[in-house]
């Protein structure tokens, strides 16, 4: 059982997010410990907003990371050390995944809708 | 295990994400079932484009919906089937969500980023 991270707590939009689904191989072969470093990493992200992620017992994992602006993003996919760990990524830790970059636009909580 | 419905095979961008983040509350209480119902209900609305979905052990999901314009994911908001679970989600399957819509403007897929 692992812990979630809780909701993120997003400003009012606008901002973005990137939304990455994923298929994950079989075996850790250092995901887990580097996923914690590389969420840890991301968060002390200049425009860095928030992080939800999960993970069914089949693989299947989604994780959406909310950012201030497109050139935060921008900056974090050139970070050094999150390169590296999207190298190990795409040659070891995903069958395959699919990342897509959205305007947020509008928002509903749970006691609004 | 669950079996995951695969990655969904959307157009180029821009198209519109529904990014629904919840916490379930324990015990299914009908929810498996009609979360399948809406969805294949989801499935057959004009302008669906197709549906990424994980949830963890702890509770913690993310179902991403893919759609082709803000009146698509009106039209569904408004779906009477979908009004009655959206009903049931907040009185008893959800201890709390989050849901954004956003304009996806860019997508990577794993052969290409």
Same mark, same amino acid.
């Given at each position: 059982?692992?812990?979630?991270?809780?909701?993120?707590?997003?400003?009012?939009?606008?901002?973005?997010?990137?939304?990455?689904?994923?298929?994950?191989?079989? /075996?850790?072969?250092?995901?887990?410990?580097?996923?914690?470093?590389?969420?840890?990493?991301?968060?002390?992200?200049?425009?860095?907003? /928030?992080?939800?992620?999960?993970?069914?017992?089949? /693989?299947?994992?989604?994780?959406?990371?909310?950012?201030?602006?497109?050139?935060?993003?921008?900056?974090?996919? =050139?970070?050094?050390?999150?390169?590296?760990?999207?190298?190990?990524?795409?040659?070891?830790?995903?069958?395959?995944?699919?990342?897509?970059? =959205?305007?947020?636009?509008?928002?509903?909580?749970?006691?609004?809708?």
């Amino acid at each position: 059982m692992t812990i979630h991270p809780g909701f993120a707590n997003t400003p009012e939009p606008p901002y973005y997010a990137v939304i990455f689904s994923s298929l994950r191989t079989s /075996g850790d072969d250092g995901y887990a410990d580097t996923a914690k470093v590389i969420l840890e990493l991301a968060a002390r992200q200049p425009g860095f907003l /928030g992080e939800d992620s999960a993970r069914g017992e089949d /693989g299947f994992g989604i994780t959406v990371s909310y950012w201030q602006s497109l050139e935060a993003i921008s900056n974090w996919k =050139a970070n050094s050390e999150h390169l590296a760990a999207q190298r190990l990524g795409k040659t070891r830790w995903y069958e395959h995944f699919e990342l897509r970059i =959205a305007k947020v636009e509008q928002t509903y909580g749970m006691s609004s809708t």
